[in-house]
């Protein structure tokens, strides 16, 4: 959309409430109250103020940090092995380089974080967590908010971009809660919309059959439906990141928590509605891991598996720690009436069990929950299991189900090391900013407890810019 630059409502407008939305708007206030400007801020949130945050609310919101503001080593190195090569260098370098302010501002802002217990019983890299999850991330920078004039447009989506005949952009075209149509002029806008995982849609054009079978894993993931990446691409945006795949995540279908997910599955089997076992449960340590056995379950029939356990994994140190599903197991004394219980094909579950424990080593002192521990096992007609291979045969037997959830999607907008957005040669489209899970980097597979990292840096990084561009002569607006 087209029209005559206009003088601007506001300085700065932030599309996207969630870590990094929030980030930028607060740091373009804080540097448009400089040196005796007074910048004005909007930020756009379609969720209600109960609800808002975006898919930040919802997430456990780990972070691959050694200690509140450091990066773990080799950030950038295993960045780039994780995704085969194709992420970019540069923007995981930056991303280290930049953390150490961005995250000392954030614990400065009240954000507490600790390095307690995770969801990964076996990780490939230490974890920080922010107190109560994303939503104290959410709660605490939305009081910060609250304490300045930013205006924070509740129930509101942004639907077009505005843009000058140069192609710069001076504002966004949001629909109101009552429906209609607004013009929000800006100096600046900072797309922080998130993915698309809650467009069917685009789910189906970017990834492909049986889309509609993946879920969003949380409610905040439901208002990510692309509009950012759309308002993007019509602008003229550049692309990035793997538009085919997603950050996958085994969840429990029946339980409404956000993250009801299993992380103990490398402690038991694996196994598709006909008793199968498909998949390597015990490949690497689960952080690396349960990707794949998400996107496994897609490909299986009704794309619906079940974790299945004996008494043994009870035992497990921290097992109270990965299993966050809020619904108790299917339960049953033997392994055929578990088999009946969950409807299986007669004997498929116990033939799959049997053939599964006679491979398992005889000799189990090297059983290590905690560590990778080489106790491996290769059925006649299964996948093997390279760790954790210890027989299911103390009952009752129990099962969870499975199904693969979307927590975020990997094709995004492309932007360079300022969160600036780029088009397809690589040109800075003027006023334009993105940043967070709307904006592409991952490929292959997710670099776990990135994400809120990420958004937090650039977010910043994108609100200090864009306030940088506004001429402090005219007090804020261009």
Known sequence: MTIAHNSSAYDVVVVGAGAAGLSAALSAHEDLHTDGRRGTVALLERATRELRGGNTRWSGAFLRLQDETTPVDGLADYGLAVSQGHASRAYYEALTARVPEAFGWLVAKGVQLVDGPTIFLT?????????????HIVETLFDAVEQTDIAVHYETSAEHLVTAEDGSVVGVRVRTPDGRLQTLGAGAVILAAGGFQGNPEMMARYCGANAYRIPPISRGGRHNRGDGLRMALEAGAGTEGQFDLFHAEPKDPRSQVAEAVVMTFPYGIVVNTQGQRFIDEGADTVDQTYEKVARGIVRQPGSLAYAVFDQQVMSTPGYEHAV??????????????????????????VATVEAYNAACPQDRDAYDPLALDGLAATPPGQPAKSNWARPIERGPFFAYPQICANVFTFGGVRTDLEARVLTADGYVIPHLYGAGEMTGLYYEMYAGSTSVMRSVTFGRAAGRHAAAQIPAATGGAR
């Open 123 to 135: 990780a490939s890299a230490t974890r920080y967590q922010p107190v109560g999850g994303g939503e």
């Open 324 to 349: 966050l599903t809020d619904v108790d197991p299917v339960q049953a004394d033997t392994v055929a009436d578990l088999e009946a219980e969950l409807g299986m094909p007669p004997g498929s579950l």
